[in-house]
Nanobody, 118 residues
Framework: QVQLVESGGGLVQPGESLRLSCAASGIIFSNTALGWYRQAPGKQRELVARISTDFRTAYADSVQGRFTISRDNAKGTVYLQMNSLKPEDTAVYFC????????????WGQGTQVTVSS
């Protein structure tokens, strides 16, 4: 059974940084593509970033150059480094496993809240 546990969310001011983590279990981590998605109130869940098994990455245009996705296969963890945060980045952030670089998998974490506000 796949289990994804996100952490690292919180309340920050515009321009600040946060790093989200997602610890995965129940999968062969090194063989699994991973991604981060977010959902703001009243909006659909949207792609933030994805990383393939060979460390290729893909980003939404809105976060390109500010966010960085990475993975540590030894720790079974995927990260999302978020810099220069904006109020419009406020959302619940979800970890996703499976799929490929350009399409999502079926497993989701419970989400972690990120709020950017002055």
């Amino acid at each position: 059974q796949v289990q994804l546990v996100e952490s690292g969310g919180g309340l920050v001011q515009p321009g600040e940084s946060l790093r989200l983590s997602c610890a995965a279990s129940g999968i062969i981590f090194s063989n699994t593509a991973l991604g981060w998605y977010r959902q703001a109130p009243g909006k659909q869940r949207e792609l933030v970033a994805r990383i393939s098994t060979d460390f290729r990455t893909a980003y939404a245009d809105s976060v390109q150059g500010r966010f960085t996705i990475s993975r540590d296969n030894a720790k079974g963890t995927v990260y999302l480094q978020m810099n220069s945060l904006k109020p419009e980045d406020t959302a619940v952030y979800f970890c996703n496993s499976g799929g490929g670089l350009y399409h999502r998998g079926d497993a989701w974490g419970q989400g972690t809240q990120v709020t950017v506000s002055s």
